[in-house]
């Protein structure tokens, strides 16, 4: 998939010129999120390491994130294991942009790639529990709590849970009122 287009925001590949904006993201504390206390370290060179080895792999693939105007706002990715059966996805996007709707789209454009696409059976996150806004939203395009870590991150100088959520494909096409092409699983 090369490019994916919504009402508010396209997923499209990375450029080399989207690698400073990426590296700046993750070395942001509220923007890198996860663990805060790793050592902030991303730079230009190792973010375009980073977007090469995605590249190399059947398996992932990370888009950047533009609203239709072609300002970048973030980028996101999905890593699949066991191939074709189960994906984990992720998405980083700039705090200027948070509340205008532009994640949550560009999670539903990965969903749809994802399960339509790749035809995965369950697409998993991870967010923390003390983020409301990214429980909440994962929520909203339903996701379910499948387990949560006490104490998984450090945010603020603080220990909070995490909490890894998760979609099945059965769900994912009843929510949408879409109809499934592909036969159950059967074990």
């Not at 609203?67 to 994906?87: C, K, N, W």
């Not at 454009?109 to 923390?128: A, C, K, S």
């Amino acid at each position: 998939m090369d490019r994916m287009e919504g009402k508010l925001i396209r997923l499209r590949p990375p450029k080399e010129e989207d690698y400073e904006f990426f590296a700046a993201l993750k070395n942001d504390l509220r923007t890198q999120a996860w663990n805060q206390r790793l050592p902030m370290r991303a730079t230009v060179k190792t973010v375009a390491k980073w977007v090469e080895k995605e590249y190399e792999r059947p398996d992932c693939g990370t888009w950047s994130i533009e609203t239709l105007d072609g300002e970048l706002v973030g980028h996101i990715g999905y890593s699949e294991g066991p191939l074709r059966f189960a994906a984990s996805i992720g998405v980083i996007t700039g705090v200027d942009f948070w509340g205008k709707g532009y994640s949550q789209e560009a999670h539903e454009l990965m969903l749809e790639f994802l399960f339509e696409e790749r035809g995965i059976q369950v697409v998993r996150l991870w967010t923390q529990a003390s983020g409301e806004r990214g429980l909440v939203a994962a929520q909203k395009l339903g996701f379910k709590i499948g387990a949560r870590f006490r104490e998984g991150s450090v945010i603020g100088g603080k220990s909070v849970d995490g909490v890894y959520m998760d979609m099945l494909r059965e769900e994912y096409y009843k929510s949408r009122g879409k109809k499934d092409n592909l036969p159950p699983v059967e074990l």
